[in-house]
């Protein structure tokens, strides 16, 4: 009994001191390499950018072919990181009329 008991608390207890899924850090790499890898693998195009801090530019890029998109961030030194990435993207254009 003993010997369930001490086997049942180690394998919680380790189960316990793993990292989570999401602790995982994004893939980074240089912006030219992501973006050709985006324009020959998934024939994604730039769809949309802007800064999200004066050091930092998102961009979003997607395939009009096969709905995927990837979202990520480049920094001033030309790194840029994956933020998401999926399926099934959709562009909405804005209201006749409406200011953006």
Request: glycine share 8%; hydrophobic share 45%; charged share 10%.
């Amino acid at each position: 009994m003993f010997k369930r008991i001490f086997t049942a608390g180690f394998v919680l207890g380790a189960a316990a001191l793993a990292p989570p899924a999401w602790a995982q850090s994004a893939p980074c790499m240089p912006r030219d390499h992501l973006v050709e890898a985006l324009e020959e693998t998934h024939s994604e195009v730039m769809v949309g950018n802007g800064l999200q801090s004066p050091t930092s530019m998102i961009e979003i890029w997607s395939s009009p072919e096969t709905g995927s998109f990837t979202i990520f961030i480049t920094n001033p030194n030309g790194l840029s990181c994956v933020v998401s990435a999926g399926r099934f993207w959709t562009t909405i254009a804005p209201e006749p009329g409406v200011a953006s």
